[in-house]
């Protein structure tokens, strides 16, 4: 009669295995926030982020939220995280989590402060207050989040107009703009510095039809000059130079042409 033969497992094969299950339990991760209140977690939150710790906030606020889930301050825990995440460079993330709170809570005191901080989220984004120091015109920027960003502010300022976050919308709104003009000209310029003087004229045109006064205007009037100069066109350039030296009497770009790469147009000292 067939017996199966029983194998016998050697020793250290045994050891190995136990060695291993046990390595493999000890890596398992220990929720240290198991058994805090919900006031301790927000508190250890303010703390990370407050050192810049944002990586380490985020997460304590992702708890907080569940743990504190229909109270004020899981709204408070969402609208820290964004901000969290904003600063850790995670800013679509950011982005999903305030529009997130939005919906949610439609009727939330905080919804200016939503609306505010989305609007910096893209501001920052595209624009970035300081980014002269790259020495980078900031309209040669993709204007996709200009554009959500002016539309946050907008619809602040129109919601909220007391809101103690207008007053800075309103200024950010401008200079959104400003650079959503600058952004058309940048194209024209772009055309004009190719020969392409029909295209540099309708893209100076469109700036000068979608936007008002705006420092961006006088380079485009500026454009519509050497391009119809070009194209031989003379009534039309001397139309245009008209209206030029009536809107800027002091313009320099008839004297000095085209501002050079060191010179952005948002500079005005």
């Not at 995440?85 to 993330?93: H, I, L, S």
């Not at 004009?192 to 700036?207: C, D, E, S, T, V």
Request: net charge neutral.
């Amino acid at each position: 009669m067939f017996r199966a033969k029983l194998s016998v497992v050697p020793a250290w094969m045994a050891l190995a295995a136990a060695a291993w299950l046990v390595a493999g339990c000890s890596t398992t991760k220990v929720d240290e926030t198991a058994n805090w209140s919900p006031n301790k977690i927000y508190s250890e939150a303010k703390d990370e982020a407050g050192s810049g710790a944002y990586d380490k906030a985020i997460p304590l606020y992702e708890k907080l939220e569940g743990r504190a889930a229909g109270t004020p301050l899981a709204q408070q825990a969402q609208l820290e995280k964004a901000y969290a995440q904003y600063k850790a460079g995670e800013k679509p993330a950011a982005i999903a989590t305030i529009d997130r709170f939005m919906k949610l809570h439609p009727a939330s005191p905080a919804l200016d402060y939503a609306l505010y901080l989305k609007g910096i989220v893209n501001f920052n984004d595209d624009l970035g207050m300081f980014a002269f120091l790259t020495r980078q015109d900031l309209s040669e920027r993709d204007q996709k989040a200009a554009k959500e960003s002016f539309q946050a502010f907008k619809e602040l300022v129109t919601r909220f107009p007391d809101s103690r976050y207008t007053p800075d919308a309103r200024q950010r709104m401008n200079y959104v703009v400003n650079s959503l003009a600058q952004y058309e000209v940048h194209v024209a310029r772009y055309y004009y510095q190719r020969g392409a003087y029909l295209a540099a004229i309708n893209r100076a045109q469109l700036a000068l039809a979608d936007y008002r006064e705006v420092p961006a205007l006088e380079e485009a009037l500026y454009i519509m000059v050497q391009s119809y100069d070009k194209l031989g066109l003379n009534d039309l350039r001397d139309d245009a130079k008209r209206v030029l030296t009536t809107n800027y009497p002091q313009s320099e770009y008839l004297t000095r042409g085209f501002r050079g790469k060191d010179d952005p147009w948002w500079k005005v000292w």
